[in-house]
């Protein structure tokens, strides 16, 4: 009888045991997506937190990747600040530090090569380089032949005169049939000019670069050079005390890289690397290293630009 209820002691705390134990699995996994479920939801505010501070990396990882592929650069290297040959015979500016930082967001190796501005269309239509940058302004009638980039300077034009002039107070002055107007050849403002002048095959004197035609100002076979206004900085601070400017900046204009008509890839990653060095501070910075101490300087916060905060 002992025996027994031995037994029967030793059956019932077997399944007192087995009772006991079965819940632990099931409980294990019912408790992982509970407590999962009730920090997303519980939280709210710390999970916003991260998605906020992972949002430039995500933004990073969306530009386009060139896979550091090398590119020619075509540029009129006598444009400074935008671009110019240093002491060093280094190609350097604006427009070059502006493309390295692109190039640093999407993965790019260029390499400037300097030539005649009035050619660089062609040049790269015809693949002898990638693409240009070149104090280019957008017009239409030059995207008729190739694509541009986006906009990454807002611009005017200005008349150069020699420092003792009073004659010519602006540009509507150059309507005097007596006035002769120096311009780069190829430039929009040598288009401009041949409107303001009475007769534009007498009166507009087309040079190969700026430098030439502020020299021939200076030389006195020009009475007045149209020039871009964020170009005509620089000449102005090498010329001091023979140059000025004559009147206020005029016309509204933008900047853009030139890239072969159809070439969607190579313009789409640098329109996408353009608002990337705008957005993270770069594009300012560079303005106002390269205008730093000399005058008219561009609106360095970018205000005009169609990506512009």
């Given at each position: 009888m002992k025996r027994i209820g031995l037994l029967l002691l030793l059956a019932l705390m077997v399944v007192l045991v087995v009772a006991c134990a079965s819940p632990t699995p099931t409980a294990a996994p019912t408790a992982a997506p509970k407590a999962s479920s009730a920090s997303s939801s519980a939280a709210p505010s710390s999970s916003a937190a991260p998605s906020s501070s992972a949002?430039?990396?995500?933004?990073?990882?969306?530009?386009?990747d060139l896979k550091g592929r090398a590119l020619k650069?075509?540029?009129d290297t006598t444009y400074p600040p935008f671009e110019s040959i240093n002491d060093k015979?280094?190609?350097?500016?604006?427009?070059?530090?502006l493309v390295t930082e692109i190039c640093k967001k999407i993965n790019c190796k260029p390499t400037f090569i300097t030539a005649d501005f009035d050619g660089l269309m062609i040049a790269v239509n015809n693949k002898t380089y990638d693409f240009s940058i070149s104090g280019w302004t957008i017009t239409e009638e030059r995207g008729k032949t190739v694509d541009f980039g986006l906009p990454y300077m807002q611009n005017t034009q200005v008349?150069?005169?020699r420092n003792d002039e009073t004659r010519i107070k602006g540009p509507e002055d150059l309507k005097n049939?007596?006035?002769i107007v120096a311009v780069q050849l190829g430039t929009t403002n040598s288009i401009t000019a041949k409107k303001l002048v009475a007769d534009a095959n007498k009166q507009v004197k087309e040079f190969q670069d700026f430098p030439a035609a502020v020299q021939a100002l200076i030389n006195k076979q020009a009475d007045a050079v149209d020039i871009d206004t964020f170009a005509a900085s620089d000449l102005l601070e090498q010329n001091k005390g023979k140059v000025k400017t004559a009147g206020a900046p005029f016309g509204d204009e933008?900047?853009?890289?030139?890239?072969?008509k159809g070439d969607t890839e190579l313009?789409?990653?640098f329109d996408a690397g353009l608002k990337a060095v705008y957005a993270d501070g770069t594009w300012s910075k560079l303005c106002n290293l390269w205008w730093?101490?000399?005058?008219?300087?561009p609106e360095c916060t970018g205000k005009g630009l169609p990506y512009a905060k």
């Open positions: 949002a430039p990396s995500s933004s990073a990882a969306t530009l386009p650069v075509g540029s015979k280094e190609i350097v500016g604006f427009d070059v530090d008349l150069l005169v049939p007596a006035y933008f900047l853009g890289m030139v890239f072969r313009k789409n990653a730093k101490d000399i005058n008219p300087k």
